[in-house]
């Protein structure tokens, strides 16, 4: 069949309502998928996008009507109708209203079946790690001694790391952000496999794959100037010091060691050693002097097993252990 193309070119917000109710109906076929990426990499209809995402959300009150339930499968077919017919001829303003209300009745609908009661902690003690799948399909990967509050009751899936360290392995949905709230950062993404940890005053982010955008909750940065970290990056921010963010490079299976009970230093300091190696024992490692924290560990110890990391530490660097009921406190040599 020929495809007629109109002249005149569609306006941005109904082509991003269009996207907008391919992206309710589910996961896009990877042709589409590619065609919105491209498309997305125009400015100017990125912003348009996030606009009209912006205004369906409002229908949010509309799903709890009994007469959207009823609704759904008309608004679902009217969404066929003009998307095939999107490249033939150029919506006016009633379609655009119709297909918006369709949209929003969609989205609206299917988030009231997804949701439920999606809120929850998760939490791990002393010495123990454990694996988690959220209400949307989404992994959660907690360290020993971590907890992670998590919200999928609205139209955001809301998580906030409250102490420790957690790996999150997204699931996709593009109409659902999925941040993570670490001490004053937040860590945005939609579908992909991050890490964030806060150990001693740091939030640290790292990214296996895909790609997140890390914002300032104290001090928003201007729209368009979040940091965004790409695959293999790790972003280290001291927290409520105000001094901007470093960027490093990692070793993704050295990082990740800690999911199969091993830690793994590399050129570490020993204060960031030692609150990884005390989630893991109830005998605590103490920091005796200023100096001895800046000491640099390398190995990898097997969680738990303090011992052995303070025989490591005290054999190849000028550190003494003192030992006491229920904790190990490190100091270095004169």
């Not at 907890?147 to 420790?164: A, H, I, N």
């Not at 993404?189 to 790609?211: D, I, N, P, Q, W």
Request: charged share 25%.
């Amino acid at each position: 069949m020929k495809v007629v193309q109109n002249d005149t070119p569609p306006d941005r917000h109904e082509e991003a309502a269009l996207w907008c109710m391919s992206l309710a109906e589910g996961e896009l076929p990877p042709g589409e998928r590619e065609a919105f990426d491209r498309w997305l990499e125009d400015e100017r209809n990125a912003a348009a996008f996030q606009a009209v995402v912006r205004t369906w959300k409002t229908a949010d009150s509309a799903a709890r009507l009994p007469e959207a339930i009823a609704m759904r499968s008309a608004a679902l077919e009217s969404y066929r109708n003009a998307n095939r017919r999107r490249w033939t001829r150029r919506l006016g303003p009633r379609s655009w209203w119709a297909g918006g209300i369709a949209a929003a009745l969609v989205l609206a609908v299917t988030s009231l079946f997804m949701l439920g009661d999606s809120t929850r902690p998760y939490q791990t003690e002393i010495g123990e790690r454990r694996v988690a799948v959220l209400d949307d399909k989404s992994r959660l990967s907690l360290d020993a001694d971590s907890l992670v509050e998590v919200d999928m009751s609205g139209q955001q899936r809301e998580l906030t790391l409250v102490r420790g360290r957690a790996k999150f392995d997204v699931a996709k949905d593009p109409l659902r952000p999925f941040t993570v709230v670490a001490g004053d950062k937040m860590v945005v993404a939609t579908g992909t496999s991050f890490s964030v940890e806060m150990v001693g005053k740091e939030v640290h982010v790292l990214l296996y794959h895909g790609r997140v955008s890390v914002l300032d909750r104290v001090k928003p940065a201007p729209a368009g100037e979040e940091l965004q970290l790409e695959p293999g990056q790790e972003m280290v921010a001291p927290i409520g010091a105000g001094a901007a963010p470093t960027l490093i490079s990692f070793d993704p299976q050295r990082s990740s060691s800690w999911e199969a009970g091993q830690l793994s230093f590399g050129d570490e300091p020993l204060a960031l050693a030692v609150v990884r190696m005390n989630r893991y024992s109830d005998r605590k490692l103490v920091l005796g002097d200023a100096k001895v924290a800046q000491v640099r560990v390398n190995g990898v110890f097997t969680a738990g097993d303090t011992a052995a990391f303070v025989e490591g530490v005290t054999r190849m660097n000028a550190v003494r252990a003192e030992y006491a009921p229920g904790q190990i406190t490190l100091k270095s040599l004169p």
